[in-house]
């Protein structure tokens, strides 16, 4: 089943539990609410705005799901100041440049048997078109994921970090899968791209655009799934050490902390105490560290107040689960 749907991108996925099986495979442990919404955007045509924590997995995913239907990823990351020329072509001035001089050079052959001004003129503005044709057009980003003729996956990262104005310039695109380009006119996906867009909410986005996505929101996994991710990202953990320190993480997500743990660091804690042949999470490994998981020193602080409190805690939450 999931072979007959990636060699053919524009079947639609069959079920939910194919996006389970097929992100697994990708290397991405999705909940259900995440394959739920992959199945529905897929059968709705519908963009989805990921929004959740940074660190989460929503980047993540949109790799995985390019990886998995085995279609090219086009990511386009958003800051302030972003537009179209950027976003969706330009012109390759360059070349226009270089075809301006050629056709300087050769006026005369091509006005040759012009009578007066006005025919002359008449054969010039035909060869003045061409200038803003697909020849001279560069695309970008979203331009380009239109143009897949087999589907793409396009990932618009942090649109929170845009404009407004670049919010509404996107609503065309979401809504129908197209974009107007007033030189050339309206062009349109043979196949529309899965979109995914991404926000850590750092500005409310405007409800136009909400209203043409599903919305999904990534938080932070409980401890069995937190557990199964780090299990997939890190493989040949000890179980043991693997329940302690997703124990540790949950207890400093309780903390009054300016910047929380996500599951990116999680995974790095992971692979940093493997590669410090660690056996058991102990005080002074923890504290040696603690700068993986915490990117603040005030956090670094506030939390090693309390390693020994949280270590022990964490030891002991396994103890019991056993």
């Keep these: 089943m999931q072979k007959s749907e990636k060699s053919d991108p524009r079947r ?25 919404a992959i199945y529905i955007a897929q059968h709705l045509r519908k963009p989805i705005l990921v929004e959740g ?34 976003a ?44 803003f ?31 407004q104005e670049f919010e509404a310039f996107l609503l065309e695109l979401l809504s129908d899968y197209q974009v107007t380009i007033p030189e050339i006119g309206t062009v349109t996906a043979l196949v529309p791209p899965i979109v995914l867009l991404t926000s850590n909410s750092t500005r409310d986005l405007g409800d136009a655009l909400k209203r043409r996505c599903l919305h999904l929101y990534i938080g932070f996994p409980d401890e069995k799934l937190e557990a199964r991710i780090i299990a997939s990202r890190v493989p040949g953990i000890d179980s043991r050490l693997l329940a302690q320190l997703v124990a540790f ?23 940093v105490l493997v590669l410090m042949h660690t056996a058991v999470l102990g005080e002074d490994i923890v504290r040696d560290t603690l700068n993986v998981l915490l990117k603040f020193e005030s956090d670094v602080d506030a939390a090693g107040k309390r390693i020994a409190e949280l270590t022990r805690k964490a030891q002991h939450a396994v103890v019991m689960e056993r």
């Design 133 to 163: 044709s697909k020849s001279f057009l560069e695309p970008r980003p979203l331009l380009r994921a239109l143009e897949q003729p087999g589907g793409a996956v396009l990932l618009i990262d942090e649109i929170d970090k845009s404009d």
């Design 249 to 271: 993480v949950q207890q400093l997500r309780g903390l009054d902390l300016k910047k929380l743990p996500s599951v990116s660091e999680s995974i790095d804690w992971a692979r």
């Design 53 to 86: 924590p940074a660190g989460v997995g929503k980047t993540e995913l949109a790799k995985s799901l390019a990886s998995w239907l085995t279609l090219p990823l086009i990511r386009m990351q958003c800051y302030e100041g972003l537009d179209e020329s950027k």
């Design 88 to 131: 969706l072509y330009e012109w390759k001035y360059g070349k226009q440049l270089l075809y301006t001089q050629i056709l300087r050079e050769k006026v005369g052959t091509l006005i040759g048997g012009a009578n007066d001004l006005g025919s002359a003129l008449e054969k010039l503005h035909g060869f003045g078109d061409i200038f």
């Design 12 to 36: 639609l996925i069959r079920s939910i539990d194919a996006v389970d099986a097929g992100l697994g495979a990708a290397g991405y442990i999705a909940s259900r609410r995440i394959s739920t």
